[in-house]
Structures are given as C-alpha cells and as structure tokens.
C-alpha cells in the first residue's frame, strides 16, 4: 500500500477513478475546514448547496467520556477556529491523515453534528447514507478505543528471521494477515452505527494495532465493504434465494451490534435499508421488506436469538418522530434469528397479512419518514397449545413467557405453509404463524387491535381453520 504521507490523492489511483463518489450537492450541512496544511487551526465550515466537497469522513469508537464535540453553546467559536492542540489524539490523527492525502475537508461525526438536546442529530442522522456513501474515502480508526487513544501509534512487533542475501539483509516474518481478527472482531466493529459506515463508503483505511488494511472493490470483497452496496443483490445472476439469505444475514450480524443509544436502532441501518428496498425492487420499513410476493411473510417471521432468553423492548423518547411496531425486531434489544425456512416448498397465500404498502395503496415509506403507529391488517385465528417438546408444534415468545390464564386470550395469524404431497390432508401440514395478543384498545373503525407477542409453526390440526377468522390490526 502506498505511504500516507505522499501528500497526493493519487495514491488512490489503485481504486477505479469509476468508483470515486460523486454529488450534485454536499450530504452534509456541515464539515471541517482544515485550511492549509500548516495551519495550526481548523474550524467548522457550513456547506453550501453548489460545494462540490471532496472529503474524508472518520469512523472511530465513542468510548468513555469526556468527549470533544460540538454544541449549540460553542458553535459560533468553532465556525471561527478550533486549536488542533485541542483535539484529542483520534482527532488530531484524522486530520493529519487528510491532509497528508492533500485534501481540505473532514466529517467527523460529534463535530459535524450538533450534540445535545438542542442540536441536530435527528436531522443529521437521516443523511448518514449520503455523508458515508459520499466520502473520498473513510478512515477507520480500528485501534482505538475512544477519541484519546489515536490510530497512528507504534504497531506491536512482530517475530522476524534475519538472512543475508549477497550482503543485504533480508527480513521474514510469519503471514500476519488476519482482517477477520484485526478488523470484523475488533473493537470498532461492535456499535450499530460502523455497519453502515462500512458498508457504503467507497474506501476504507483500516489502521489496527498489528498493519493497515485498504477496503475497496478492488481489494477485500465481501457483502459489506461493496461500494455500490448492495450489488450481490442488485446482479443479474443472483436469484432470490441469495437475496433472501443476504439480507437475513445482514440483520442478524445488525441485531448482535451494541448501542450507547438503543432507541438509535431503527435509524443505524436506516441508510442501507433504503438501498435494499430499492434494489429487492420492494417497499418497506423497520426491517421488513413487501415486494407483493413472499418477502413480507418471510422477514415477519424472525425470532429472538438463541443465545438471549428475552427481548426487552426498547423505550423511545416521546419526542421521537416515529412509532416502531410490535412486529419489528428494530423495537427490541437483543439478538435475532429466523425460522429455519426452505427456500422453496412454501405456499404464501398473498391475502394472508397485508402491509401499508399492500397494492393499489398510497403508503411508501422507509424508517424514520416520521410516520406515526403503522398497522398490518391479517386474519386471527384461535389455537390450542402443543405438548412441550412436540415435534409438530414450535412457539418462540419474543419475551417471556405468558401466563396460563393469558394463554387463552393469544391467537394466530398464518403467514405461511408447507407445499405437501397432493393426498396430505390440511391437518398435518405444518403451518408458519405469527403470535398476537389483544391490547387494551380498539380501532376507531371497531377492529381488533393486537400486538405480537412471538412467532413459531404448527400442524394444521392445533389451528382453527374452519371457523370465521377475526379481521385485526397489530401495531
């Protein structure tokens, strides 16, 4: 890899000029100016609609406090001048590192974003695809472990073997190579928030404690790390089963993420989200994707993980501009899985739950447009609980477990069954449902109101079939 301090963005040349980002108009409204490289100031820049930017973006750990940001209270000081001294260490090296690859501007998110409760993080927050699908290139500053500790420091040594080749040394050492253990599994990797920073910039600059990694699509390929993420999903050869299992999987390794915030979950992966839909050529929001096929029944039925024993529900400050529904895992802490359904041999009645995004309605939305309670509409039905341990009957509460006497109030929607052999009779096919239970209120139009409360499957004989289902609205 090329010296960071050849002070020229030609050493960028090994990525595909094609690949550099481009915008009509700056993601940001706000960036560093750094001025000159020997200037022993920098301040906050407030974009412009006709800036053409061309910057580099930091991804760092938050880390314990205190920490260097920017708030209503000092703006106005910081648009004039901020003392590199001042900085701390992660800071102070991202600045370096972006003015040694000759480029003027930096974002940096706790400088970039006003913080507090008068600032404008929920604005700024929603424009988090632009600002890192828009960058140069990102620094990610992977061993570190808050904004004091830097990322241009001494590495830690390696074992090496000394020979002499016709009177020159020659140094070897052990492959040391490990992106799995230095990056994916490091520290940085944990927030919510690095997944989509990684998964949309066009390059990234690793530097870990052992040697720097470059990521780009010219070098380390994988789902995440794509820069026009999500391409596996959007190519003309990949079928539906590998999208589908792209984007479970995406969720799951989400779901395992940690948050300082967690009613910042829903909004983390708001960015991506967005690129799936548009590329799953679906609608959708809160993890769920509806494309009038199968995708809406399929992403409902995720679980809690199996290594957690609840999902704790999430509390949202009232100020929040959206409601997330009992039926997205994104309003939930804990880690998620999915029913261990076949690619193929599923029957998805099209009627059996309907989304706001149903066909011929006006709804299109994503998470975080500021919608308020969005309902889905299904048919409940009643069920009788298997035996414990049967294998043709398998619940999965999302918390714990509901008491006998409120086991009677659960129903049912089916979402799903399994294509049979023509002669199976209904009874013994099994069926992929979700669990609901009533809330204290009713729908201005008199419809029931549920919530879900879990998700499981069952032969068809623990369901009621045969009578009137009730039409309801979950929340």
């Known amino acids: 890899m090329p010296k960071l301090n050849e002070g020229h963005v030609r050493v960028m040349s090994i990525c595909r000029s094609s690949m550099s980002p481009t915008q009509d108009s700056p993601p940001a409204n706000k960036a560093l100016d750094l ?70 501007y930096h974002w940096i998110d706790s400088i970039s974003i006003i913080q507090g409760p008068d600032g404008d993080f929920a604005q700024e927050a929603t424009r988090m695809e632009d600002v890192f699908s828009s960058a140069y290139c990102v620094l990610a500053a992977s061993s570190a472990k808050g904004q004091e500790d830097g990322f241009l420091t001494p590495r830690k040594e390696n074992d090496f073997l000394t020979f002499d080749k016709g009177g020159q040394p020659l140094y070897i050492c052990r492959f040391m190579d490990d992106f799995k253990t230095h990056v994916l599994e490091g520290l940085l990797n944990k927030p919510g928030w690095v997944l989509q920073e990684r998964a949309l910039a066009h390059r990234t600059i690793f530097f870990t404690d052992r040697q720097t990694y470059w990521e780009c699509g010219e070098g380390l390929i994988s789902f995440l790390g794509d820069p026009n993420f999500p391409s596996k999903i959007s190519r003309d ?33 708001a960015g991506l989200e967005k690129r799936l839909i548009r590329d799953l050529e679906a609608q959708g929001g809160f993890g769920v994707f509806d494309d009038g096929r199968s995708l809406l029944h399929r992403s409902l039925l995720w679980r809690k993980g199996q290594e957690v024993s609840t999902l704790e529900r999430i509390e949202f400050p009232p100020d929040r501009a959206f409601v997330v529904p009992s039926w997205s895992w994104m309003g939930y802490e804990g880690a998620i899985d999915y029913l261990g359904l076949p690619l193929g041999g599923v029957d998805w009645p099209p009627d059996a739950i309907l989304g706001p995004w149903a066909e011929g309605g006006a709804e299109t939305w994503h998470t975080g447009d500021g919608k308020g309670v969005v309902a889905l509409s299904a ?71 549920y919530e879900r409360v879990g998700v499981g499957y069952m032969k068809g004989r623990f369901i009621d079939l045969v009578g009137s289902p009730v039409l309801e609205h979950r929340g």
Not at 56 to 72: D, K, Q, T
Not at 261 to 267: E, F, L
């Open 35 to 104: 001025v000159t490289h020997e200037s022993p100031s920098i301040l906050i820049y407030e974009t412009k609609p006709t800036d053409p930017l061309q910057y580099i973006a930091l991804s760092h750990p938050r880390g314990p406090g205190p920490h260097f940001c920017a708030f209503r209270n000092n703006l106005e000081e910081y648009r004039k001048y901020i003392s590199f001294d001042k900085l701390p260490a992660t800071f102070q090296h991202a600045v370096k590192t972006t003015r040694d690859l000759g480029l003027r």
């Open 237 to 269: 050869n990949s079928d539906r089963g590998e999208r589908i299992r792209l984007y479970e999987n995406l969720y799951r390794q989400y779901s395992r993420l940690e948050f300082t915030r967690w009613h910042d979950r829903p909004i983390a992966i």
């Open 379 to 449: 048919a409940a039905r009643g069920f009788k609980m298997g035996k414990e341990n049967e294998e043709d009957f398998g619940i999965f509460y999302d918390r714990t477990e509901p008491l006998k006497i409120d086991e009677k109030t659960l129903k049912c929607v089916v979402v799903g069954k399994r294509i049979m052999k023509s002669k199976t009779p209904t009874d013994e096919t099994t069926h992929y449902v979700l669990l609901i239970a009533p809330k204290k209120m009713d729908s201005s139009r008199g419809e029931k109101i």
